[in-house]
């Protein structure tokens, strides 16, 4: 009876493609949506994943997010490294400045600014330079996406030639990615770049521009407090949770893990935006037009359906025969058009790194997607299964 | 146990059947009074809304009786259990439909498997054993069609198979001709009569088509929810005049 349930299935190629399309359809959006919310609230907490020495990030208790616009003085640096237990303790610059190219573009930009003497808190990937290149003055460090994207230069443009002002309207001057030597501007101040690493994209998507903690303090516009963060690594053998609360009671100032900081830049974007209505909606909506069109077709499926199974309900099959016939027809249908929607996200996944849409499909999603499906396969299966169940076999004589 | 007829394949007395309650009760049964004997086609016979649909659907097991006494192949449906019934309807009945009901997707062969599959039987064997049966009925070669690609006479050849497939000792026929012309039709009774002959098998047809009545061996007249009079159908008189004539 299997076979002849897929049989049956199959052979209304119709309604069998109606359904696969609707769920596939649903798959594609539920799991694409989650995967660029997923990705875009990534980035919202990328820098603090990328920089992996700290076990703990002492900040304002005021600031919610990071690149929340919350600093502390510089005294408060030599008061965390007083703490018991506190290996050492480094200032953070993290901010948006202006940056004017070569082009007289300009660019908003992230900067960070890292410790002077040991460069923690530095790029964790430099794919060309070094981190210690950041030692020499006015030197920077850029993003490699953002070298060839929004640093990117006219391929006439020499390494180190000045600003030369042009028509940056014109997008058919072809261009070549932002090198070693070529200099930009800072607020004014000369920057040299020296390195490029790999980075994960900023939530806005800025070029990423990595320099000491000094330089940062040069480039930015004057201000008594420029400290950003401050990064804490605890003495081997302290208990950081131990050494988090003392922190916080000896400072008057947050510590947290590298998770918790995540989490709490996650929450507010989460709580404090519409980014995830909106996109619980696209998200919902994929649910909607699942249940709409394969949910409501496979009912109607089962509907057409439901005088061949009464007729086989009068030959002689259970109830519970025939349930499993409608099961194993929504479970393959469900099995297909998840395999297809996922399988088109995953596409579309692999066609976008390196752009600016923000993807990352992690595990939670394609099981999420599942789950999604599933529930609109199980409720048009139930929906469909009561109604063979309460099908009278002597139905088949009234036709 | 009630007494019936030695030779009597389906017996009720008093069989009565109400559909719904209170205001909105309707009636199908009022005491109907029947034997089919095995050997023999038993015709129904009556206006629409007499009550043989609803008889047949009780003898088949397919609906309860609320009151009088039933015997079919020698058991009281109304002792069997929900799923007794269902495995005794897989293994006694064989149905015929008015409107065929064959599902569309399925070749004729595996159409005509079905009764075995329910039974147990594996698809490949049970398609080899319908494909027999469907040369019998004049459709070799087609096992692998679709039901849509056959005419209405072959496809109740097909559900004629399909009812015989599993060696049933009692055949239920609803309106089996009403889709067909008269030559269709005659043809196709051909073929149900031939088995009712069978002396282990009682066929029961609910019928309009007078064009048929001759295929009978006993018509059963009924009117609102009773029998109001059997006659020999002419398959019985033929009979009966042969044997007369040989004598």
């Known amino acids: ?399 | 146990m009630i007494a019936t007829s030695v030779n009597a394949a389906v017996s009720l007395k008093g069989v009565t059947k109400t559909f719904g309650k209170g205001d909105s009760a309707v009636t199908a049964l009022r005491g109907a009074d029947i034997e089919a004997l095995y050997g023999q086609a038993t015709f129904l016979v009556g206006p629409s809304g007499c009550g043989k649909t609803t008889l047949i659907s009780i003898v088949a097991g397919l609906l309860h009786r609320d009151g009088g006494d039933l015997s079919v192949l020698g058991t009281d449906l109304g002792s069997l259990s929900g799923s007794q019934l269902t495995r005794w309807r897989s293994e006694s009945v064989g149905f015929i439909f008015q409107a065929f009901n064959l599902i569309p997707q399925l070749t004729v062969a595996e159409n005509v498997a079905i009764p075995l599959v329910i039974r147990g039987e594996s698809r490949r064997a049970a398609v080899r054993t319908a494909g027999d049966l469907l040369a019998k009925v004049g459709l070799e070669g087609r096992e692998r069609s679709k039901p849509s690609k056959l005419s209405g006479g072959q496809q109740q050849r097909v559900a004629i198979a399909r009812s015989l497939v599993h060696n049933p000792r009692i055949l239920v026929c609803d309106e089996p001709t009403s889709a067909l012309d008269a030559t269709l039709g005659r043809h196709i009774m051909q073929l149900i009569t031939a088995v009712s002959s069978a002396p282990d098998r009682a066929v029961l047809v609910v019928t309009h088509d007078d064009r048929i009545f001759n295929f009978a061996d006993r018509i059963v007249h009924m009117d609102d929810g009773r029998v109001t009079h059997v006659e020999l159908g002419g398959h019985q008189l033929a009979h009966a005049a042969a044997t007369e004539s040989h004598s």
Not at chain 1, 98 to 123: F, H, M, N, Q, Y
Not at chain 1, 268 to 280: H, R
Not at chain 1, 348 to 353: I, R
Request: glycine share 10%; with cysteine; hydrophobic share 45%.
């Open chain 1, 1 to 399: 009876m299997k076979l002849f349930a897929l049989k049956m299935l199959f052979g209304d190629t119709a309604k069998f493609y109606g359904i696969l399309l609707g769920l596939a359809f649903a798959s594609l959006l539920i799991s694409q949506q989650s995967s660029i919310f997923v990705g875009l609230m990534s980035r919202t907490f990328g820098f603090i994943q990328d920089t992996s020495q700290p076990d703990l990030w002492v900040i304002d208790p005021d600031r919610s997010f990071v690149d929340d616009q919350k600093p502390l003085r510089d005294t408060e640096v030599d008061r965390v490294r007083s703490v018991s237990g506190v290996a050492w303790a480094v200032p953070l610059f993290k901010g948006l400045l202006s940056a004017k190219l070569p082009t007289g573009e300009r660019e908003t930009c992230d900067v960070i600014g890292i410790d002077d003497a040991t460069l923690i808190g530095g790029p964790a990937r430099v794919v060309q330079g070094h981190v210690e290149d950041l030692r020499q003055p006015e030197s920077v460090i850029i993003d490699v996406k953002s070298s060839s994207g929004k640093l990117a230069l006219p391929t006439w443009l020499k390494p180190g030639d000045s600003v030369i002002e042009f028509d940056t309207a014109d997008e058919s001057i072809p261009r070549r990615p932002m090198a070693i030597g070529d200099v930009l501007e800072l607020n004014e101040r000369r920057a040299v770049v020296v390195g490029l690493a790999e980075t994960t994209p900023t939530f806005q998507n800025q070029p990423v521009l990595y320099t000491t903690y000094t330089q940062a303090r040069q480039f930015a516009p004057p201000n008594r407090r420029t400290v950003s963060m401050i990064l804490v690594k605890a003495l081997e053998g302290t208990d950081v949770g131990q050494l988090q609360r003392r922190i916080e009671q000896e400072t008057g100032l947050i510590a947290l893990t590298a998770d918790e900081w995540s989490w709490r830049t996650l929450k507010y974007w989460m709580t404090q935006t519409g980014i995830p209505i909106n996109f619980g909606i696209a998200i919902g909506l994929g649910f909607l037009v699942g249940v709409a069109i394969a949910g409501q077709m496979f009912y109607n499926f089962t509907l057409d359906n439901l005088k061949y199974f009464g007729a086989m309900k009068a030959m002689g099959a259970s109830n519970a025969r025939l349930l499993g016939m409608v099961a194993l027809q929504a479970g393959v249908a469900a099995v297909l058009g998840l395999g297809i929607g996922l399988g088109a996200t995953a596409a579309f996944g692999l066609t976008v790194p390196g752009t600016r849409l923000a993807f990352r499909m992690v595990w939670q999603i394609p099981v999420i997607t599942a789950a999604a499906v599933l529930i609109i396969c199980v409720g048009s299966s139930l929906l469909s299964m009561v109604r063979v169940i309460r099908l009278d076999p002597a139905e088949v004589f009234k036709t």
